[in-house]
């Protein structure tokens, strides 16, 4: 980027998808692209590019965010 420094790489993380009631949960390879500070109550507001291009905003717990920023850093 001329004149700006460059962007960070983004994170790959693995991400669990729940499907309709009696069906199996997925999980798909998504891209963390923004994670807000912690909310009071201790969850974190992160947003995901899913495989299709599409994006999808989501909170997490602290121990699900720990959970796929470790994930994301043992792939590195």
Do not use: C
């Amino acid at each position: 980027m001329p004149g700006g420094e460059a962007a960070p790489a983004l994170q790959q993380v693995a991400v669990q998808v729940e499907g309709e009631p009696g069906e199996d949960a997925t999980q798909v390879i998504a891209q963390l692209l923004q994670a807000d500070l912690p909310s009071p109550g201790g969850t974190r507001r992160v947003v995901l590019m899913l495989p299709d291009g599409s994006l999808t905003m989501t909170e997490l717990d602290k121990e699900q965010y720990e959970s796929i920023t470790e994930a994301s850093k043992a792939q590195e």
